[in-house]
């Protein structure tokens, strides 16, 4: 028998190529931002949000989209890095100032877009600078350079007159919204998801599982180490960004190595590499702290032991163990379901 004809196949054309590109790790990403959107539209929608609610929802989707690039150079590319807080500054600073310095040159329709698409091609450029001579390192010394290079920028930002200096950036345009913010992450999630299951995503891949075969079989490990980590600096530039349009004002002492090492704190807590942890993850890191305020001096107490109970978890082989079995008695039900209704038709 010849082979079979284009319309005797199961997913024929273009449908079939959709579904052995988009897996079910890209779809079910997608999926959950879009359930986690429907489900905060109910609640704005209906009246059941409160205002605290709402004012969590830009500073959570910031904090994923964050997580995901993160994760591209920590989990996927598998290199440390700790200067994640340093792009995201030099993205808010160079998008705000563009959008104040052209506030009687564009509509905001024009102008925000514009000031996104600056930050994140000027923290890219910071990446490219920074990444030429830094990814020649590995583990523990390029996580020491990443960090000390956001203190550098952080520093060089004080001194400086037409960012404010130690006061900060002030009378900056609240822009930003849950809607803007949500389409920021599903373009983040389409662009390295595509990445991550393209050919170049395979080679980064490589790099990380063995830089020596890697190379031999004549993988490009500076050409793929500095596209993770110029699409990494490119969209913590575009968060920064968003993160200044959403609280009106900029100053240096907020993107100082904690904010790195909370960052960082959120791709090891959803699992390196895995870009549906990161968004959990992320949400997570963002509404313990304040569930927690009403502790008020203890607060960041129960904040560190909560995190070290999380990671302990996340680490734990029997606790991996239960989250397997979970998903094939899920897996399971689900099957039972569709036969029944496979028998009742």
Do not use: W
């Amino acid at each position: 028998m010849g082979a079979k004809s284009e319309k005797n196949k199961p997913f024929p054309g273009g449908i079939g190529r959709f579904r052995q590109k988009y897996d079910n790790n890209f779809l079910i990403s997608f999926g959950i931002m879009i359930a986690i959107f429907l489900f905060c539209f109910l609640m704005i929608a209906t009246g059941n949000a409160t205002r605290h609610f709402k004012s969590l929802l830009v500073p959570a989707g910031i904090n994923i989209i964050l997580a995901i690039s993160l994760n591209l150079v920590v989990g996927i590319l598998g290199e440390l890095s700790l200067g994640h807080a340093g792009f995201m500054s030099v993205g808010a600073y160079a998008g705000c100032l563009f959008s104040i310095y052209t506030q009687e040159l564009f509509p905001i329709g024009v102008r925000f877009p514009l000031s996104l698409l600056v930050g994140g091609l000027v923290a890219a450029f910071f990446g490219l600078v920074i990444g030429v001579p830094v990814l020649r390192l590995k583990g523990d010394y390029l996580a020491i350079v990443t960090l000390a290079f956001g203190e550098i920028i952080r520093s060089v930002i004080i001194n400086l007159d037409f960012t404010g200096g130690a006061a900060g950036l002030k009378n900056i345009e609240k822009h930003t919204t849950y809607t803007s913010v949500f389409i920021i992450i599903l373009i983040t999630l389409f662009v390295i998801l595509n990445l991550i299951n393209s050919r170049h995503g395979r080679a980064i891949m490589a790099i990380r599982d063995n830089r020596i075969a890697a190379e031999s079989l004549g993988v490009n490990i500076t050409y793929f180490k500095l596209l993770s980590f110029i699409l990494a600096a490119f969209f913590a530039g575009i968060a920064g960004v968003l993160y200044g349009h959403n609280i009106g004002s900029l100053t240096a002492a907020q993107f100082d190595y904690n904010r790195s090492i909370e960052i960082l704190v959120m791709v090891v807590l959803g699992g390196m590499g895995n870009i549906k942890g990161s968004i959990i993850s992320a949400i997570l890191i963002t509404i313990i702290p304040e569930m927690l305020r009403g502790a008020d001096k203890y607060r960041m107490l129960f904040y560190s032991i909560i995190l070290i109970i999380m990671m302990l978890l996340n680490a734990s082989p029997r606790f991996a163990e239960f989250k397997r079995k979970i998903r094939i008695k899920n897996l399971a039900s689900a099957l039972k379901s569709k036969s029944r209704q496979k028998e009742e038709v």
